[in-house]
């Protein structure tokens, strides 16, 4: 018999979200890997030719930064509104470029 939508045989399964055994265990060896092994990465990583030094480094970035996205923006506009009196626009002009 099927089960239905959203049970399972094993209502005391692993919690969702929770992570997996073998996960964490090949997470724990690769750190400790890295951390006994960090002197001699520190030294190869010198001893690369500086375009491969910086090309290693962007590629690992990627991993540790966050990318960000691009975002078009092309509300922007300097225009003050119709409806003010010249007397606001100028303000408006001051405190707008005062930066600038």
């Known amino acids: 018999m099927p089960f239905k939508k959203g049970t399972s045989g ?6 969702k979200g929770s992570s997996n055994k073998a996960t964490s265990k090949v997470r ?10 960090l002197e001699q990465l ?3 990583f010198k001893d690369l030719d500086p375009k491969d ?6 590629d690992l970035s990627k991993y540790v930064i966050p ?3 691009q975002v078009e923006q ?6 003050p509104p119709a409806d003010l009196t010249p ?13 600038y």
């Open 10 to 15: 094993n209502e005391t399964g692993r919690p």
């Open 28 to 37: 724990d060896a690769y750190t400790q890997l890295l951390e006994n092994n």
């Open 42 to 44: 520190k030294d190869d």
């Open 53 to 58: 030094r910086i090309k290693l480094f962007l």
């Open 67 to 69: 990318q960000l996205k």
């Open 74 to 79: 092309n509300n922007f506009n300097l225009t």
């Open 87 to 99: 007397e606001e626009i100028e303000n408006f002009k001051k405190d707008f470029f005062k930066n």
